[in-house]
């Protein structure tokens, strides 16, 4: 676990390409995987959760083939996996963990689904309790991972999720591709909507709202070409970069901006900054666009409600731009924050008070007074890429350096990360 140093900058400039979206990446490996024929993907993420999700597919038989930007995936049908000869390994991919055991748990045979010490702490109650309500067995220890599955014939549900994730929603709707009838999910507030996109790419019957999807049993999917924008939740440390370092102007291209996805853009805008989209177009049901930021004064906002799924793993990152805005941003309702990769609640308040920034921590948000000048400090990322990643934007702004600790997680979502800001400085 290494560490790694970031110095102030005085702005950036230029354009940066990002990762394909890593939310549709695991979703298009999954679902050309049970598909029948041969899918092509292109803009798929190159991050280690994707690749986690592509080799436990290859332990279920799944052939895939790189040629130039394109993976080639031989699906096998709907009932083509085969029983894995060991444990399907997730490393840190909660999207991995949560949206495969849905599949496993329609197979005719056992698997052991685990990952890495901060999967074993994620909880997984969350669709453990509806997939055996669909009929499924899921033997595990606290209801943490590993994950012992005895799958078999699914019978149709309607679930109401008491939590609003994309992974609950879609882990139901993969199940519910084996089970005979209708299957919904309803959610307290919309979280993102990749799967039901691309299952209609694949020709499935997948239905969705504001409140819910759902998807008719036993369906049959089709190999497709699907093209995977690149990834907002990535772009969205250089856009807030941009807007927080003086005289700075970042261009992204090709952004998937689905509306689910997209509340980072409006918190900014609703912050003052100066974010411009262009070349809208859509591509594989999923739209984007290229995204222009450019150095903007920033006030405070107050974020609570429907607006927290769409902007969960941008949180971070935007609890960095409230240090500079001017007034008290407070962020409630997202105590999802405390169970993703880490703590995430308690990681950024502990990190930002090391800079000196005025930070409190309440049960399910943050209080953060701006604008502060942050000093530079030795930042743990708790193995937590969206926290390393935060920090070196902060850092960037901060007066002295800034050391963030086992820096080498950046590469569960975004390998090249550090590259990326050197490419862009311009000192
Ligand atoms: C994801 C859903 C979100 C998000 C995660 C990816 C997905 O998690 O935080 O990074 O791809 O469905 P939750 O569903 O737990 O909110």
Same mark, same amino acid.
């Given at each position: ?190 979280? =993102? #909507?990749?799967? &039901?996109?691309?299952? *209609? @790419?694949?020709?499935?019957? $997948?239905?969705? +709202?504001? !409140? ?119 962020? =409630? #309702?997202?105590? &999802?924050?405390?169970? *993703? @990769?880490?703590?995430?609640? $308690?990681?950024? +308040?502990? !990190? ?76």
């Amino acid at each position: 676990m290494a560490d790694i140093v970031i110095k102030p900058v005085s702005s950036l400039q230029g354009h940066v390409v990002v990762p394909g979206d890593k939310s549709i990446s695991h979703r298009a490996l999954l679902l050309s995987a049970i598909a029948e024929g041969e899918s092509t993907l292109t803009g798929l993420s190159a991050a280690e959760d994707v690749r986690h999700t592509r080799m436990c597919m290859e332990k279920m038989g799944i052939a895939f083939r790189d040629e130039a930007e394109t993976v080639y995936v031989s699906g096998k049908g709907m009932y083509g996996l085969k029983k894995p000869d060991d444990v399907l390994y997730v490393g840190n991919s909660g999207t991995t963990i949560r949206l495969m055991t849905g599949i496993l748990a329609a197979q005719p045979f056992e698997s052991v689904i685990d990952g890495d010490e901060s999967i074993r702490t994620r909880p997984m109650r969350r669709i453990i309790e509806p997939l055996e309500a669909m009929g499924a067995q899921i033997v595990s220890e606290d209801n943490k991972a590993p994950l012992r599955i005895s799958g078999g014939v699914l019978r149709a549900i309607n679930y109401a999720s008491p939590i609003a994730s994309a992974q609950i929603k879609s882990c139901i709707i993969m199940a519910g591709l084996y089970a005979r009838g209708l299957t919904c999910v309803t959610e307290p507030s919309q979280s =993102r #909507d990749h799967t &039901e996109r691309m299952l *209609k @790419e694949f020709g499935a019957e $997948a239905q969705y +709202s504001r !409140n819910g999807a759902g998807v008719k049993g036993p369906a049959h999917l089709t190999a497709c070409h699907i093209d995977v924008p690149c990834d907002i939740s990535a772009a969205a440390f250089f856009l807030i970069a941009a807007c927080l370092l003086r005289d700075s102007t970042v261009r992204i291209k090709n952004v998937g901006i689905n509306p689910t996805r997209t509340g980072v853009l409006d918190v900014l805008a609703s912050m003052g900054a100066k974010i411009d989209m262009s070349d809208q177009s859509e591509i594989s049901g999923e739209p984007r666009a290229t995204l222009t930021a450019r150095f903007s004064e920033l006030g405070s906002v107050n974020l609570a409600g429907t607006i927290i799924p769409k902007i969960i793993d941008e949180i971070p990152i935007i609890a960095i731009a409230a240090t500079q805005a001017g007034g008290v941003t407070t962020i =409630r #309702d997202a105590q &999802e924050l405390r169970v *993703k @990769e880490s703590d995430r609640i $308690a990681a950024m +308040s502990i !990190n930002l008070r090391k800079m000196g920034g005025e930070v409190r921590e309440t049960k399910d948000g943050l209080v953060i007074s701006g604008p502060t000048g942050l000093k530079g400090a030795e930042i743990e990322s708790y193995g937590d890429h969206r926290i390393a990643m935060s920090f070196a934007v902060a850092g960037l702004l901060a007066e002295g350096e800034t050391i963030i600790k086992n820096y080498e997680c950046v590469n569960t979502s975004f390998p090249g990360f550090f590259e990326k800001i050197d490419s862009l400085k311009n000192d």
